[in-house]
């Protein structure tokens, strides 16, 4: 980031994923209020911050948010009410070192708390 107010940006996009991801998948496909509180929590950031967390420009935020929100599109009753994220996850799914990462098969988190 470029500046102390970017860096705070970043910052509470990847401690909201950490809060998110320790209520676990599981729990949140049972909680579908929550789901939806959480999706547009982050389907307002992208929609003021253009193509990623931080405008245009990946950051740390970005590849923190992205494998969360590809899992819980997956578990979302209605994905398509998030388009931003939907496009947000799309456009990371293509980058080469995600693809990478994504064929070494390595789970988001337990399986307990899978889907």
């Known amino acids: 980031p470029s500046c102390p107010a970017a860096a705070a940006r970043c910052m509470q996009a990847a401690l909201n994923v950490a809060d998110v991801t320790s209520e676990g998948a599981k729990k949140l496909k049972g909680d579908q209020a929550r ?3 959480w999706m547009s929590v982050f ?3 992208l929609a003021t911050a253009g193509s990623g967390f931080m405008g245009n420009s990946l950051t740390y935020a970005d590849f923190a948010c992205h494998p969360w929100l590809k899992l819980a599109l997956s578990v979302c009753e209605d994905p398509g009410a998030f388009p931003k994220v939907q496009g947000f996850v799309k ?3 293509e980058l080469p070192s995600n693809q990478k990462f994504d064929a070494k098969g ?3 988190l337990p399986a307990s ?3």
Do not use: F, Y
């Open 91 to 93: 456009r990371m799914d």
């Open 35 to 37: 789901l939806t509180k």
């Open 106 to 108: 390595v789970p988001l």
């Open 113 to 115: 708390m899978m889907p």
């Open 43 to 45: 389907e307002g950031t």
